[in-house]
């Protein structure tokens, strides 16, 4: 993984840990730290298998930002890409290929419009959660914090 141990526990935080399927804000089934691929009514996991899956799934969202090949992506400072990793665990590559969040930072934004479209991020199922206003608030400052070195991979 390239996230820090800060970003790493930090998703931890913001997903909970949950061993048997339940449907999330927007009704989609889950598991574990928000791991939805897959799941279905009445799975259960174990504890180790859910930190596992949670390993797994931020590597592939890890990869998926790195295939898009953005040049803002390969020049993000740690701490920038602590904050996009967390979003996009959360919200998908779909949603982030298409957001103006993402265009916004590929096009070099002042912090203020960065920030507004970040915190436009905090709806699930037509609703403004206080979860996601919490966990959006963490990533915009985190995107804006100095960094530490990309050798102190978690």
């Not at 997903?15 to 897959?38: M, N, P, R």
């Not at 279905?40 to 592939?60: F, K, P, T």
């Not at 998908?92 to 290929?97: D, E, F, H, N, V």
């Amino acid at each position: 993984m390239y996230i820090s141990k800060l970003a790493f526990e930090k998703i931890k935080e913001f997903e909970g840990c949950k061993l048997q399927a339940y449907q999330d804000a927007a009704s989609v089934w889950t598991i574990g730290y928000g791991h939805t691929y897959g799941v279905r009514r009445g799975d259960r996991i174990s504890q180790q298998y859910a930190d596992e899956m949670l390993q797994e799934d931020i590597e592939n969202v890890e990869r998926q930002l790195i295939a898009t090949h953005d040049p803002e992506i390969l020049r993000m400072t740690k701490a920038q890409f602590d904050a996009v990793v967390c979003l996009v665990f959360n919200i998908g590559i779909q949603r982030w290929r298409t957001s103006t969040l993402r265009s916004c930072i590929m096009k070099g934004k002042s912090v203020e419009v960065i920030n507004t479209e970040w915190t436009r991020w905090s709806y699930a199922g037509g609703k403004r959660l206080a979860g996601l206003v919490k966990r959006r608030q963490w990533e915009v400052n985190r995107f804006f914090e100095p960094s530490e070195s990309w050798e102190k991979n978690y």
